[in-house]
């Protein structure tokens, strides 16, 4: 996807200013992901929900960056980023990689006292589900051989050599990032906590999703969506749907 770069730094891009008091809503990218990729995100739930899309270091217009590939390491430094826009409670959503990110930032939120308004986890098995995945240790075309299995990257990159070799390294930091994440048992969140899952995810079981709830004394829902590991392309509207209920309970019919 591609859209206008209306940002407020290197890492957060606000693509659509709200009016003050809005909820806001931080959404953090796959592997291999850029912030451009919840553009449409952010003009659905306009002017609403603001939504705060991260860009990690490596890619893009930050492709000279080096990357983070340690998931509680990058989360405290998209927290510290974050940091102007806590001066009320923030929701996050994650897919796949960018769930795992989540989690640990909403535990640095409640960590420090402070409170999460909601933690939206997409196609990601909970944190006490690991697996052993070692894709990130394969060559390149065994690498790109499950991107393309996911289907999570612009078919247009794919075939493109040039644009292909730029963004091979992010994908594989951030496999390497995803793969070797290990959760470090601790309190449970706080805060309300809904997970979404394809129900053909290759990276991810209804079980294993279902498993986040185990993960927070707050409110928890799972909805399961007909689909692969990037269901929410054909399901935006639903999910959609869910964040608004949650996050704007009064403006629902």
Request: hydrophobic share 40%; proline share 9%.
């Amino acid at each position: 996807m591609t859209a206008p770069n209306n940002d407020d730094g290197l890492w957060v891009r606000r693509f659509h200013p709200a009016p003050a008091g809005r909820p806001r809503l931080v959404c953090l990218p796959h592997a291999g992901g850029s912030a451009s990729f919840y553009f449409p995100v952010s003009r659905a739930l306009s002017p609403a929900v603001e939504v705060l899309s991260i860009q990690y270091p490596g890619r893009q217009d930050r492709r000279h960056e080096p990357c983070v590939d340690n998931i509680p390491e990058l989360a405290r430094q998209v927290l510290a980023e974050l940091g102007p826009w806590r001066d009320q409670p923030l929701a996050l959503f994650g897919h796949s990689m960018g769930a795992s990110l989540g989690f640990e930032i909403a535990r640095l939120i409640e960590a420090d006292q402070g409170s999460c308004a909601h933690l939206f986890a997409s196609g990601r098995r909970a944190p006490s589900m690991p697996r052993h995945e070692t894709v990130h240790l394969l060559d390149d075309e065994g690498l790109l051989a499950d991107v393309r299995k996911l289907s999570g990257t612009n078919p247009a990159v794919l075939g493109d050599p040039e644009m292909l070799r730029a963004a091979l390294p992010a994908i594989r930091n951030d496999y390497r990032a995803a793969e070797t994440y290990a959760y470090v048992p601790g309190p449970a969140l706080r805060c309300p906590v809904t997970a979404f899952t394809g129900d053909s995810d290759p990276k991810t079981t209804v079980d294993e999703a279902r498993a986040w709830g185990t993960h927070t004394t707050g409110s928890f829902d799972l909805q399961v969506l007909p689909g692969g590991h990037f269901f929410l392309a054909q399901h935006q509207a639903a999910i959609l749907r869910a964040i608004s209920a949650a996050l704007t309970p009064t403006t629902v019919g």
